[in-house]
Structure formats: structure tokens, C-alpha cells
Antibody, heavy 121, light 113 residues
């Protein structure tokens, strides 16, 4: 069965850093692009970042560009999101999602349960 | 950026009746080289992650009940639930994956009347 399990969320002070992880199982990880999507409390879905199956192409929302870095380790079937210079407006549930192709221009067909990130002093 | 606008923001429909949710994109998401609309629909129930319902604007994801259907092309799209069931209460989102940044509509909350 296909599974995505996020970890690494928590409470962090403004200006701090966190690294989120997403462990994938049940499919050939390197054959699929992956993405991070966040949802602030009571709000809608916001795409954050995406990465191709090979890891050779990465994409970011303007709101996180220069602060967040997406990466993947295909040998460990794991996706990462390094988040630096965190702001209060980054507070959200962060979902890891599988994209239904090797590049990011396809639907998000599998989603993890999410991990909560709270940025507050 | 492609802006996705859904209407209405909320909708109350009686059990067994039809529910229709609209989505407009600020520019076409139809890719001419393959004639596909890069448009998906998702359902999100409280406390759960989103679930893919429809891709390429009108293709139902495996396991999704056939009362869900998608239509439209270019910039105007519709999600239809032909006969509303109690378990369909959720927020529904459209999404374009034609270009980055990938963008979602603001969501439509569907309730039982």
C-alpha cells in the first residue's frame, strides 16, 4: 500500500529553522515528483514547493523562495523541506504529496496526513 | 500566476440532489500539444488531507464514486455531484498544474440542506 508519513513539525520561534521529512513507501519513489503543500489554520491549500523524480528540478512559491529548500534522497525514499528564517505566516499543517508523474506538472494523487508547524515566540 | 476562482464559497444541497461547483482560471490551462486541461479537483473532509477526485478536468480517479464528474475546458470548469450523499460533506478545491506556481482555488464548502 502506498504511504506518505511526514515528521519534523513543531513549535519554533520566529527566525528559527525546521526540517520536515516525508517517508514514502509502497511505490518506486524515484519515478515520481513530489511536493509540499501547506494549509494555515482554517484556510485553504497553498502549494509550497515541488521537486522532480530525479531531484534535478526544483520549484518554489514566491512566499518561500530563498528561505525554504526542497530535496530528496531516493536511496532512502525520503523527501525533505528545510525551512529557514521562519515567520508567523508560515504556521500551517504541511502536507507531503506525490505527483502522478516524474515531473511536477501533474496532479497530487497521494497525500500524507500532515505535520503541524507553529511559528511563535 | 494563474489565479483560480471558485464559486460559490459555500453551498447547501439536499440529500439526493445535484451539487455544482464552478472554477475559473485567469488564463487557459489547456495544453495544445496534448489537448489536455491541467485541472484537478480535490475533496477535503475535516481533519483529513485532501483526496484527489478528478484529473485532466474530467477523468475520475480510481475508486471515486461515479456520482462525481468533472467538465469544462480552457478557463471554465465544473465539478458535479449528481446525487448528494451525507459522506460528501466536505470542502472542495480545484487546482491548476499547468504552470508554476501551482495554484488552488479558495475552496467551496458543501453542506447538507
Amino acid at each position: 500500500e502506498v504511504h506518505l508519513v511526514e515528521s519534523g513539525g513543531g513549535l519554533v520561534q520566529p527566525g528559527g529553522s525546521l526540517r520536515l521529512s516525508c517517508a514514502a513507501s509502497g511505490f518506486t519513489f524515484s519515478s515520481y515528483a513530489m511536493s509540499w503543500v501547506r494549509q494555515a489554520p482554517g484556510k485553504g491549500l497553498e502549494w509550497v514547493s515541488g521537486i522532480s523524480g530525479s531531484g534535478g528540478s526544483t520549484y518554489y512559491a514566491d512566499s518561500v523562495k530563498g528561505r525554504f529548500t526542497i530535496s530528496r534522497d531516493n536511496s532512502k525514499n525520503t523527501l525533505y523541506l528545510q525551512m529557514n528564517s521562519l515567520r508567523a505566516e508560515d504556521t500551517a499543517v504541511y502536507y507531503c504529496a506525490r505527483i502522478a508523474a516524474a515531473d511536477i506538472f501533474d496532479v497530487f494523487d497521494i497525500w500524507g496526513q500532515g505535520t503541524m508547524v507553529t511559528v511563535s515566540s | 500566476d494563474i489565479v483560480m476562482t471558485q464559486s460559490p464559497d459555500s453551498l447547501a444541497v439536499s440529500l439526493g440532489e445535484r451539487a455544482t461547483i464552478n472554477c475559473k482560471s485567469s488564463q487557459s490551462v489547456l495544453y495544445s500539444s496534448n489537448n489536455e486541461n491541467y485541472l484537478g479537483w480535490y475533496q477535503q473532509k475535516p481533519g483529513q488531507p485532501p483526496k484527489l477526485l478528478i484529473y485532466w478536468a474530467s477523468t475520475r480517479e480510481s475508486g471515486v464514486p461515479d456520482r462525481f464528474s468533472g467538465s469544462g475546458s480552457g478557463t471554465v470548469f465544473t465539478l458535479t455531484i449528481s446525487s448528494l450523499q451525507a459522506e460528501d460533506v466536505a470542502v472542495y478545491y480545484c487546482q491548476q498544474y499547468y504552470s508554476t506556481p501551482i495554484t488552488f482555488g479558495q475552496g467551496t464548502r458543501l453542506e447538507i440542506k
